[in-house]
């Protein structure tokens, strides 16, 4: 069931279902409607939020409970976690360009492998669309949750260590999440390798002549 429907989309699917049917018993209210009230601060989407602070302290006991091994592995960490950001930046930008996007689509999609706070650190560096930069960290971190597994079988990349550097240096806090359910020794690597690479990242773009040089790779 989980290799045909993943959980997360599950969850959405389910949500909406549940507002689909909410909305068909209320003449007053579409679908729009009962969804902008569960997003407000009364509705039960930001309660459903305040779940996210247990999931950081359960990831942070599990860094933790590693911390020996990720001190050992630092420089490989760090090393990788540094040039995930260079060439997820300056690459990204080069395939928007060859691909010839729209400008606004390009600048948004430079940071899709940031968490999002740090995503929108790094859009407005390059004043793009905040909300763009947001749906393509999401559209990349689903895009990670498909590929990566059968990816990483197909090349033969069967290290935790390797698995965990690689999906964290693409796919944010959803790759990590997914990668629990069948790698839980990968998930303090790709746990503290998207947290450095999008710190790295956010940091490198503030920089005016990285700026420059971004906004020279990105279609004009």
Known sequence: MKAILHPIFAGVLGSWLAIGLWASQDDTRSFHDVLVSYSSPAGAGPLMSRLLNPLVIALALLLFERRRLLQRDSALIIVTSMLAAVFGLFGTALMARILRLPKDLAASSVSRYCTAPLALAVSNSLH???????????????????????????????????????????????????????????VPYCALCFVLASGFAAALAAIPPVQAALLWVLPS
């Not at 793009?128 to 749906?135: E, I, K, N, Q, Y």
């Not at 796919?171 to 069948?182: E, R």
């Open 128 to 186: 793009s669309s905040a909300p763009l930069t947001v749906a393509m960290v999401v559209a990349s971190g689903f895009l990670g949750i498909f590929v990566a597994r059968p990816l990483l079988s197909y090349l033969e990349v069967d290290g935790s260590r390797e698995r965990g550097l690689a999906i964290g240096a693409v796919s944010h806090v959803l790759g990590t999440v997914t990668l629990a359910s069948w790698d839980e020794y990968a």
